[in-house]
Structure formats: C-alpha cells, structure tokens
C-alpha cells in the first residue's frame, strides 16, 4: 500500500504518480489522506488500481476513470467520475452536483444523497444512489442506468434518450419527455444485478422505472406542448 | 467565477478567532476569484448609539488627515477614525446620514463602502492572501462575517467594484454568479430613486434588497420578491445585524455548501473553504436548495 498525504505532496504530483501507472495491468493499493475537499483528485486513472481517499474530495474526483477502483471515505463536490469510462466509484458520503456527468462506462455508488443533475448526459455509466437524488437528475441522459433508493427532486430525466431510470421513493414532477414505464421481469432482473454489483441491500420489488416517451428525438411541432 | 464565504460563531468562545478563520476560508477561494477580495465582519453588539463606517479614497493614501476633526466640527460630536490598509473606519454618535450628507457634499472623492451599527468592509484588489493580510483581518474578533472573491466577467475590476456591496445599514451582499436583467433593473431602481456607484450586476442585488426593505420587507421578503425579479445565475449571501442569509437561483446553478457544528455555521463556495475550521469533519454538511431562502442569526441561537 503506498500512502500519499495531500497535506505535504501537490495533487499535480499525486495524479502524476498515478498516471505513470496508465497501462499498467497489475492492481495496487493507494491510500490518500487530507484530501481537504481539493479538486481533481484521482482523475485520468488509467490502470486496475485500488485508490481509497479518506475525507471529503472537491470537484472531478475520479474524472475520467479507466479501470480503477475509487472509494471516498466521505463527501464529494461537483462531478464525481464525470466523464467515467470504466471502473468503480464509491462515495461513502453525500455527492454534490453531476454525479458521472457524461460517462460512459463503469459503476458509480453513492452511499448517501446525491445532489442536483445527478446523471446529466450520462452515456452507459451505472449510477446507484442508496439515498436521494436532486432536480434535474438524468437530464439529457443517453444510455446508462440511474437506480435511485431514495426520493427524486423535481424535473427527472428531461429530454432524456435511452438511459433507464429506476426510482424506488417519491418521484417530483417528471422532466420534458420522460414518463414511468411498465416493470418488466426483464426490469426487475436488470435491476437485481445492478443492486447486487453496487452491494446495496434494497428490495427491486419496491422500484418503479422511467425513460424516454421518445417525442422529442426530433423537433416536430406537433410535441411542442412536451418541451 | 467568484467564491463566496460566510461565517456564523455559535460559540462566544470562538469569537476571537473569527477573523483568522474568515482568512483561511477566503484564501481557500482563491482559485474562484483571484481578482479582488472582501469582507463585511459584524462588532459589537449594535444597541448603543455609535454608528461606524467605512470609507474608501481612491486618490489619495493619506487623505484621511484632518478628516476626523472636519467631521467633529461639521456634525458636532466626536469622530474617531481608524486607517486601515486603502479604508478608514469612523466611528461616532451621530446618524449615518448626517456624515453621509456632509461626505457628499465636501470630499466626493471619497467612498463610502460600509456602514450601520456593526458592519465593517473591507475590499480591494488582490489575491485573498495578500488583501487579508493588508487589513489584518487574522486579528479581528467579531459575532459573524461574509466574505468574497472576486473574478470579474461583468464589470471592471477595481475596488469600488469588488465585494460585499452595502445594501443598507448593517446589511450588505455578496454574489456569485451573473444576472442578466441587471439593467433593465438598475434603471427601475433608479426611477425609484436609488443611486449606484458602479456599473457592476451584484451591486443591483444588493440595491434591490435594499430597496425591498426601504418599502417595509423583512430581509426574508427581500430575498423571496428577488428570487422573481433577478433573472440569471446566483448565489447570494447577505449579512445582517444579527446573521447572515444564503439563497440560490432556482436551479441552483452556482455552487453552495454549508456546514454547522454547535460551534458555528458557515456556507461556502466549495468545501475547500470549511475544511479547516474547527471540527469540520464532524459537522453537518449539506447543500442549500435552490430558491430556498436560508438565514442564521442570534434569536435562533440564543
């Protein structure tokens, strides 16, 4: 295990370090300490490695992520994993604004409440969230599951595509083109994997699913009461 | 981008060290606003007579000779007068008006950045560790304190353009963000009357309030009738007597975390800002809502 303090080495040196690893295929373990609620921590991870950071991390935590797998040992600020290829994301705390912004592959668990946008533009990334999720959550979100345990805040999933979202508390006023959608045992198979993959203990009986009424792929003025 | 920071003391204990930890809280936003840096700390307990403020002169680093005695004899009670760093703060038994008036009639030149019972601002250009460090703000003691640092896309950067604004007596604002009606809302304001020092969007926010409450709103009132008339992204936090208050636009689009102990309360643009005060990773952390006036203050704490 090597263990790098943020109270005596830059997060330009830490990322450095990391990234010499990109490529590599052997797993190690890294420790990081007073992280302090800095920025870009861990970001542009490249390699099957084991980061855990031990505090609250700033913006961009894990940006970028190939591969590694991040555990945060408290909250995290603006878009965790955003832009994630690959990999796992553990929050053991509350996340603010766009959790996985943009990603596009792996697996981000929040074990708290995520904040607004929660999956905006979100592209493949799997997001399960053990507590609530804020407005705006899955906006523009293309491909992807956001599973959500506890309560959504209003306008989910506005202008979304094909990205499944499955909300097992109270859902405020959906967004623009999104609607519920039947629970498919196919659903409820998908979901009991995702839950099982996130390690989060929740019944996929007690969830509801939303997606895409798919009216507004393309302007036709006939939909523009949905915008 | 701008940062933005408030501080609360619960703990009477705590009230020496205000100033170091609006410091550290304002030098940890120095990424967000490296152009200017302010702050408005509340002292004293406002219930005598004594009003203070704080000034401002561009032109002249030493124009504050003779300033004090001018006044004595102009407003007919004694004026004491502090230098610090660009700003004086004046103390005196009198009504902010009356120096107010004789200010503008006799030294133009001269700005008037703060005033109240409690307030002090200090603002200038400058890198949060270089313009704490010029008005020793380490050292100051006080109940509570917002602060600001500025990177300007709106207006010129200059101090009369830095942060906190004074909206009216013991009440002053600070703003991250950018408002997109601020003309059409200048003129309103204008046509009601108020007049403005600069061309500066955050100044009309804290205009608006001001004017709000000139028509009898409570600051909460204030707040809720902005969340409608100002158009475009914000987070504001605005001091007062008694505490300091945070909203957001309705959607949140600028950043704002909060955090309290039994100690103290505090807000910031990011965490970085609250990481080292006392106890921080054992405070409540949350995320203000959008829309949703929030405020802190000694009725309910005490």
Known sequence: MTVIDLSKTSIRDLNQRLHDLNGADRTNEWRITNPNGEHAIAAGLNA??????????????????????????????????????????????????????????????????????????????????????????????????????????????????????????????????CIEKEMTPEHRENLTRLLRQAEVDADPARFRRYGSARKLYHFNVDHADAY | MCGIVGLFIKNPDLKNSLGRHLSEMLIGMSQRGPDSTGFAIYRGNGLDDSIKLTLFNGLSPAGWDGLAAELEIAVGVSVSLEIRSSHAMVTAQCTVDDILEWLTRHHPEIRVVGYGHCIEIYKEMGLPADVVGRFGLADMSGSHAIGHTRMATESAVTTEHSHPFIAASDICLVHNGSLSNHNRLRRRLQAHGMSFETDNDSEVAARYVAYRIAEGASLREALEAALKDLDGFYTFAVGTRDGFAVVRDGIACKPAVMAETDDWVAMASEYRSLAYLPGADKAKVWEPEPAVVYSWGREQTE
């Open chain 1, 48 to 177: 099957p490695i084991n980061v855990q950071i031990d505090g609250p991390v700033g913006y961009y935590c894990g940006g970028m992520n190939k591969e590694a797998m991040i555990t945060i040992n408290g909250h995290c600020g603006w878009g965790v994993g955003e832009n994630i290829m690959s990999g796992f994301i553990r929050v053991k705390g509350n996340a603010s604004e766009s959790v996985g912004a943009s990603g596009v592959g792996g697996l981000i668990v929040i074990e708290g409440d995520a904040s607004s946008r929660c999956g905006i533009s979100m592209k493949g990334v799997d997001i399960v969230v053990t507590g609530s999720v804020g407005h705006m959550s899955a906006f523009l979100a293309q491909k992807g599951h956001l599973v959500v345990c506890g309560d959504v805040g209003p306008d989910l999933g506005a202008s979304i595509y094909e990205t499944v979202i499955y909300v097992q508390g109270e859902v405020g006023r959906l967004g623009a083109d």
